[in-house]
C-alpha cells in the first residue's frame, strides 16, 4: 500500500486494462523470460513468509488464540470500520457540497480537501501529539485557565483522527466522478414524480452512488489496516505495529510472521471486496452522451453549517500540520544553524532513492511492455502479480525480506542491496504502470512502419519505442524517487545500522520527544508527497486522455 | 511479364473466427491491385499478412518469384503506407523520410531530395509532422514507403482521412507518382469509386473469401453475383429464363452479354434502363414512385405493374413528376448469372 494517492484511484489501472492491439511483439519468448523473473523474485520473500508462517504450526495457532493476538484483530478490525465509516461520512457530504451545491468557492473547497492525503500519516500523527498531547501546544496555551488536562489522545482516538483524515479524499474522488455522471433527467423526474428534494436523494440520488461510496470506502479500509506511522506514534496496538514490535523487541519472528499472514488475508479480502464493487461502477454510468448542466443546489440558510463542514476536515489535516511545522521551523531552527546530521540525512535519502528509481524503472520496463502489448490471460495474470507491493503493506514487504534474507542471502541482511528491493517490490507498480500509459500512447503503427521500412526488433526499440515513452518513463522514476523519500516502514525494517532518511528521521525525533527539529523535514516531505500526488494526477490524466 | 506478388491460399484466424479463409491473389510487376470489400471482410488482415505484421494459418505469400512467408517484416522489401500515415512524430520528414535508407549521409541526402521534388515536398525537410497539412502528412508517407525502393507497396485506406474536397486531387497525383515509380501497389479500400479509378485489377472480398478479381471494367459490368453487383455500384435484379444468347423477362427479350441456359438473374444497372414519356410504344409500363435530383443526373424510383421496384438513372434535363406513367426499355444486351 502506498502513503500517496495509489494509482487505484482510476480503478482500471490497479490491475492494468489491455488495449486489444492484433499487434504481436518480436521475440516475445525473451520479454516473458525477463519478467517472469522479475515477477518471481517481488514475489518470493512474500510467499517465503508465508510458508514459514504455516509452518508454525501447532504453536502457530496457540498464539493466534491467545488474547494478547486477539486483541490485535479487533483493534484492527475496530479501527478499520471505525475509519471506513468515518471517511464515508465526511467524504460523501464533502463531495456533494463541492459538486452539486452553490457553496461560495466551491472548487478551491475541492482541492484544499483533497490535500490531507499529501501529508503522510506519520506526520500528521507527530503534529496532532505535539497539539493535543500531554505538555502539548493546546495545553500551553489552556493552562492560564486552569485546565491542567485533556482528553487522552494517544491509542485508538488519535489513530482514528489521523487515518480518517487521510484517508477521506479517497472517498470524495469516486463520489464527486459518480456525481457528475449521474443524468440530471433522473432526478427531474422523480421531482415530478411529487417526491420531496430529500427523498429525492435518498431514493434516486444515493442508489445511484452506492458503487462510488463502497469502492471509496474500502479504499479507506485497506489503508487503515496497511497504515504503520499513524498507529505507531499513537501506540495503537493494531497489526502493523504488533509485527513492528514483535521485530524488534522480542526478536520471535515466527509471531510477527503469523501476525503479517492474517493482515495479508484480511488486506486480500478487502481487496476483492474493492475490485467487485469498482467493476460495478461501470455499469452504473448513466448518460455518457451530451449532458444537460446539472442543476445546483441553494443552500440557503445552510450555507454557514455547510462552509464550517468543509473547512473542518481541512483545518485538522492540512492547515494544523503544515502550520505547526512552519511554526516550529521559523521559532527554533532559525536561530539555530541546520544540524550537519541533517543534510547527511538529506544525502542519503536522495542517494538510496536515486538508486530505487533506476532499479525499479529499469525493472519496470518488459512488465510494462507486457501489460501495454500482450494479451494473452497468462500475461495479465503475470503483470497483476507484480503489483504485490501496491496491495501488501510496506510493514509486511519488509518483514518479508528480512526472512527471506536471513535465509537466503545471509550476506545481504540489513544492507543497501535488500534495501533497495524492498523499495522495489513497493514502488514496482508506480512504474509498471507509468511504462504501461506511456507505451499504449505510441500507436503501434509506427514500430509497423518501422519494421517495414528494414528495421531488426531491437533497432525499432532503440529508434521509434524508447524515445517515445521517454518521458513517461521518467516520470515514473521521479514518482518511485518521491516515494521512497518518504517511506517509513519498509526502510525501518531493512534499513543498515546507522543508515537514516529524512521518514526515519522523524520516526526516530518523535521517541526523542524533540519535535522542533521536524519542520524542516517534515515540509519537505510535504513538498514531495505533493509533488507526487500531482504527478498521479497528471498521469492518469493524460491516459484517460489517450483513450 | 512475371508476378510481382502471389499469395495462395492465405488463412488467417483470431481467437477462433477465420478472417480471411483460403484466399489467393496476384499481381503483375508494376501493377496497381485493390482490395475492396466492406469494413471487416479481411481485407486490411490480408494487407497485413503481405507485410509480415501478422503470419497467416496456412497458405503462402511470394515477392518476386521468392517465398516470403517466413521472412521477417524487414527483410521482405514490402513498403507500407499505414491509414494514419505513422509519421514517427519524434523527427522531423527528412530524418522520417531517411529513416529507412541506407548508405551514407551524402547518399542519403541525395535520394531524399529526390523523393521531396518527386512529391511536390521541397523545403519541407525540417518540419515536424505535426506543422503539417493532412496531404502533405500523406505525401511525406508515401515518401518514407518508397525511400528503400521496396518491390511491393502496401496502401491501408491512405486518403481516409483526408478532406472530401482534397481527396480527387490527391488521389490522382498519386496515382500519378506511383506510376512514375512503376511500383507494384496492392491498395486497400471500401470506398468503390476510389477502387474502380485507381485500379488495374480488383480483388473484391467479403466474409474473408476473395469474391471476384478482374479489371474495374469487368467488375462493374460482369459481377459474378449479387452481392458483388451490390457493393460494386447499384444494381436491379430481374428473374430471367435464359436460352443462349437471349433471355426471357419480364422486359421481354433481351440479349445477353454472353450465352445462359436456364434461370438466371439479369443484373440491370440505373443507367442502363431507359425511359420514355407514357406515349411511347416500346417497353413496359411503370409509374414513378421518387425522384432523386443530383444537378448533373438524377435518380428514378419506379414501379413496374407486377410490383418490382427498379431504380433508374437517367440525364437531367428531361422531367418527370410523381405518380407519371412511363415506358421503361432494356435497349443493350445485359450481364446475367445464375
Redesign the interface.
Known amino acids: 500500500m502506498q502513503d500517496t494517492i495509489r494509482s487505484s484511484i482510476k480503478q482500471t489501472s490497479l490491475f492494468g486494462s489491455f488495449p486489444n492491439s492484433t499487434w504481436k511483439m518480436p521475440r516475445f519468448s525473451f520479454l516473458y523470460g525477463i519478467s517472469i523473473l522479475i515477477v518471481l523474485l517481488a514475489l518470493l520473500p512474500v510467499a517465503f513468509l508465508i510458508m514459514r508462517a504455516l509452518g508454525a504450526g501447532e504453536a502457530g495457532i496457540e498464539y493466534l488464540f491467545r488474547e494478547r493476538t486477539i486483541n490485535i484483530i479487533f483493534n484492527s478490525i475496530k479501527l478499520m470500520v471505525a475509519v471506513s465509516l468515518s471517511a464515508a461520512l465526511i467524504g460523501v457530504p464533502f463531495a456533494w457540497l463541492t459538486t452539486r451545491t452553490n457553496l461560495p468557492y466551491r472548487k478551491v473547497w475541492l482541492v484544499l480537501g483533497l490535500l490531507p492525503m499529501v501529508v503522510p500519516s506519520y506526520l500528521s500523527t507527530v503534529t496532532f501529539i505535539a497539539v493535543l498531547g500531554p505538555k502539548g501546544i493546546l495545553q500551553g496555551w489552556l493552562a492560564p485557565f486552569g485546565i491542567t488536562e485533556l482528553p487522552e489522545i494517544y491509542g485508538f482516538f488519535g489513530a482514528w483522527l489521523a487515518i480518517t483524515l487521510f484517508t477521506y479524499p479517497y472517498v470524495v474522488l469516486p463520489v464527486r466522478a459518480a456525481l457528475l455522471n449521474l443524468d440530471p433527467a433522473l432526478e427531474e423526474a422523480a421531482h415530478s414524480l411529487g417526491l420531496s428534494r430529500w427523498r429525492v436523494f435518498m431514493r434516486v440520488t444515493l442508489p445511484q452512488l452506492r458503487p462510488a461510496i463502497a469502492g471509496g470506502t474500502l479504499l479507506a479500509a485497506l489503508y487503515s489496516l496497511s497504515d504503520f506511522g499513524a498507529v505507531a506514534m499513537m501506540r495503537y496496538n493494531v497489526f502493523t505495529r504488533a509485527i513492528y514490535l514483535q521485530y524488534t523487541s522480542s526478536f520471535n519472528r515466527e509471531r510477527a510472521a503469523i501476525l503479517a499472514l492474517v493482515l495479508i488475508a484480511l488486506t486480500l479480502t478487502l481487496l476483492l471486496l474493492e475490485r467487485y464493487y469498482s467493476r460495478n461502477t461501470k455499469n452504473y454510468r448513466v448518460g455518457v452522451g451530451a449532458q444537460r448542466q446539472i442543476k445546483q443546489i441553494n443552500l440557503n440558510r445552510w450555507r454557514i453549517p455547510a462552509l464550517l463542514f468543509v473547512a473542518t476536515p481541512i483545518i485538522l489535516g492540512v492547515i494544523i500540520p503544515v502550520g505547526v511545522m512552519l511554526w516550529w521551523l521559523t521559532g527554533r531552527v532559525m536561530v539555530e544553524s541546520v544540524p550537519v546530521s541533517m543534510t547527511n540525512i538529506a544525502t542519503n535519502a536522495v542517494y538510496v532513492s536515486f538508486i530505487a528509481a533506476l532499479v525499479v524503472a529499469v525493472a519496470a520496463m518488459p512488465l510494462g511492455m507486457l501489460s501495454a502489448r500482450a494479451k494473452s490471460r497468462f500475461s495479465r495474470t503475470l503483470v497483476s502479480m507484480s503489483y504485490i507491493g501496491n496491495v501488501l503493506p510496506g510493514i509486511v514487504i519488509g518483514l518479508a525480506l528480512v526472512f527471506f534474507g536471513i535465509r537466503y542471502l545471509p550476506g545481504l541482511y540489513q544492507t543497501m542491496p535488500i534495501l533497495i528491493m524492498g523499495y522495489g517490490i513497493r514502488y514496482l507498480p508506480f512504474s509498471v504502470g507509468a511504462t504501461r500509459s506511456a507505451l499504449t500512447q505510441v500507436n503501434p503503427c509506427y514500430e509497423e512502419a518501422a519494421r517495414s521500412l528494414g528495421m531488426k526488433p531491437h533497432q525499432v526499440a532503440w529508434r521509434i519505442t524508447f524515445p517515445l515513452v521517454r518521458t513517461g518513463v521518467i516520470s515514473g522514476g521521479v514518482l518511485v524517487f518521491l516515494s521512497v523519500m518518504k517511506e517509513l516502514p519498509t526502510t525501518l525494517i531493512l534499513a543498515p545500522l546507522g543508515f537514516r532518511t529524512l521518514a526515519t528521521r522523524i520516526w526516530s525525533v518523535h521517541t526523542e520527544a524533540q519535535f522542533v527539529l521536524i519542520g524542516l523535514p517534515g515540509l519537505v516531505l510535504v513538498t514531495i508527497s505533493a509533488v507526487s500526488l500531482w504527478l498521479i494526477i497528471g498521469r492518469e490524466r493524460q491516459s484517460t486522455n489517450a483513450i | 511479364m512475371f508476378y510481382a506478388l502471389e499469395c495462395t491460399h492465405l488463412t488467417k484466424q483470431?481467437d477462433g473466427t477465420a478472417a480471411v479463409k483460403d484466399a489467393s491473389l496476384r499481381i503483375h510487376n508494376g501493377g496497381f491491385l485493390t482490395l475492396l470489400g466492406p469494413s471487416g471482410c479481411g481485407k486490411t488482415t490480408t494487407l497485413?499478412l503481405i507485410?509480415?505484421?501478422?503470419t497467416p494459418d496456412s497458405g503462402k505469400i511470394s515477392v518476386h518469384q521468392t517465398d516470403i512467408t517466413d521472412l521477417?517484416?524487414?527483410?521482405?522489401?514490402?513498403?507500407?503506407v499505414?491509414q494514419?500515415y505513422?509519421l514517427?512524430?519524434?523527427i522531423n520528414v527528412g530524418e522520417n523520410i531517411a529513416?529507412?535508407l541506407?548508405g551514407n549521409k551524402h547518399q542519403k541526402a541525395d535520394q531524399i531530395a529526390h523523393l521531396l521534388r518527386l512529391l511536390g515536398l521541397d523545403g519541407l525537410t525540417d518540419r515536424m509532422p505535426h506543422q503539417l497539412s493532412g496531404g502533405q502528412q500523406q505525401r511525406v508517407a508515401l515518401a518514407?514507403?518508397l525511400?528503400?525502393q521496396?518491390r511491393v507497396l502496401l496502401l491501408d485506406e491512405p486518403f481516409s482521412n483526408l478532406d472530401a474536397t482534397l481527396r480527387a486531387q490527391v488521389r490522382r497525383d498519386v496515382k500519378n507518382i506511383l506510376k512514375e515509380t512503376g511500383i507494384t501497389c496492392v491498395f486497400v479500400t471500401h470506398d468503390q469509386e476510389e477502387a474502380l479509378s485507381l485500379s488495374d485489377q480488383i480483388a473484391v472480398m467479403f466474409d474473408g473469401r476473395v469474391f471476384q478479381i478482374g479489371t474495374p471494367h469487368e467488375i462493374y459490368a460482369q459481377p459474378i453475383n449479387r452481392d458483388v453487383a451490390d457493393f460494386v455500384g447499384e444494381a436491379n435484379f430481374i428473374p430471367a429464363e435464359a436460352h443462349g444468347d437471349t433471355a426471357t423477362s419480364i422486359f421481354g427479350q433481351t440479349k445477353l452479354q454472353r450465352t445462359a441456359h436456364g434461370q438466371v438473374e439479369l443484373v440491370i444497372r440505373p443507367e442502363m434502363l431507359h425511359i420514355q414519356g407514357g406515349t411511347s410504344d416500346t417497353g413496359i409500363s411503370a409509374s414513378v414512385q421518387w425522384i432523386d435530383y443530383y444537378g448533373h443526373d438524377q435518380r428514378l424510383g419506379i414501379l413496374l405493374e407486377n410490383g418490382t421496384p427498379l431504380v433508374a438513372r437517367i440525364n437531367a434535363h428531361t422531367f418527370y413528376e410523381i405518380d407519371q406513367v412511363v415506358r421503361v426499355s432494356l435497349p443493350h444486351a445485359v450481364h446475367a448469372f445464375s
Not at chain 2, 521477417?72 to 507500407?80: C, H, L, Q, Y
Open positions: 483470431f497485413r507485410a509480415g505484421f501478422e521477417p517484416i524487414e527483410k521482405r522489401r514490402v513498403g507500407m499505414f494514419e505513422a514517427f512524430p519524434h529513416f529507412g541506407q518514407r514507403a525511400a528503400p521496396p
